[in-house]
Every structure is written in C-alpha cells, then in structure tokens.
C-alpha cells in the first residue's frame, strides 16, 4: 500500500441458503446467487460512499453493464455462506467489482463474480463519470 492511499474497499456479507434459494434438488439457483451478490455489492457501494440514502438524494445510481460469473460447486440447502466483494478496478467511466462465494470455514470457491459498473444520472439515464477523488483514494495493486 502507498503511504496516501487507503486499502481497498472490501466487504463480507453472509447468508443462510434457504428454501426458495434452491430448486427441487436442494441445489441454489444460478440466480439465487447473484442476489447475494446484490447484497454485498450494495454494502461495498455503501463503504465508498454510495449509500442507499445517498444514491436516493442524488439520483446518480452505480448500474451493473456486465457481469461474468463462474459457477465452480453448488451450494446446498441450509449452507452457511460467506460472499466477500472488493473494488478491483478504477477508469474514468466504469469501475469493477470482484466475488467470492463460499462455504463458511472453506477455502473452496463455490462462485467467483466480477462485475463492470457506471454511473447513471436518473431520470435521464445518463452516464457520469466516477467522483474525481476516487482514482488517489484506494490502493489497488492485484489482489488475487
């Protein structure tokens, strides 16, 4: 790390598979995942400075333009995960998330997730660049 720079924006968030996560053979859904993807996700934002609240006020909203997931192991009925995202990459216009989807107390990667995302000004659905202090704010040599 850079002495002026922070860490990297990471966040952990957990969830319980529950019955409507999976199908008939106990197994989640693909799109089971990227709700808990979602979820961290929007905690991540909220560690950057893109609160709910915030995003509300504003109307300047982070808008998913891709995402690439890997579906590596199934999680079950009843596992306990953990889904860990971090700031991976910063341009002008776009920036990149990174995921891991895992069994509690596991080094096994069930998902790995990597998201592109802009900035969109609403009502108008306009794209914006990403705030100007946010390219000397964070450390982000490569992680993983």
């Known amino acids: 790390m850079t002495d002026?720079?922070?860490?990297?924006?990471?966040?952990?968030?957990?969830?319980?598979?529950?019955?409507?996560?999976?199908?008939?053979?106990?197994?989640?859904?693909?799109i089971a995942y990227l709700r808990m993807i979602?979820?961290?996700?929007?905690?991540?934002?909220?560690?950057?400075?893109?609160s709910l609240t915030k995003m509300a006020e504003t109307n300047l909203f982070p808008v998913v333009t891709r995402t690439e997931i890997d579906y590596r192991r199934p999680a079950k009925l009843g596992d306990q995960l953990e889904i860990h995202?971090?700031?991976e990459k910063l341009s002008r216009a776009r920036f990149w998330c990174a995921f891991t989807?895992?069994?509690?107390?596991?080094?096994?990667?069930?998902?790995?997730?990597?998201?592109?995302?802009?900035?969109?000004?609403?009502?108008?659905?306009?794209?914006?660049?990403?705030?100007t202090d946010w390219a000397g704010r964070w450390e982000l040599s490569e992680r993983y």
């Open 85 to 87: 995202g971090w700031l």
């Open 4 to 30: 002026n720079k922070l860490p990297r924006p990471e966040f952990t968030t957990h969830e319980e598979v529950m019955f409507f996560d999976t199908d008939c053979g106990a197994v989640v859904h693909n």
């Open 101 to 131: 989807l895992r069994r509690v107390g596991s080094d096994d990667d069930l998902i790995t997730c990597r998201q592109s995302l802009a900035m969109v000004q609403m009502p108008a659905g306009t794209p914006q660049r990403l705030p």
């Open 38 to 50: 979602e979820t961290c996700r929007t905690k991540l934002a909220a560690s950057m400075g893109l």
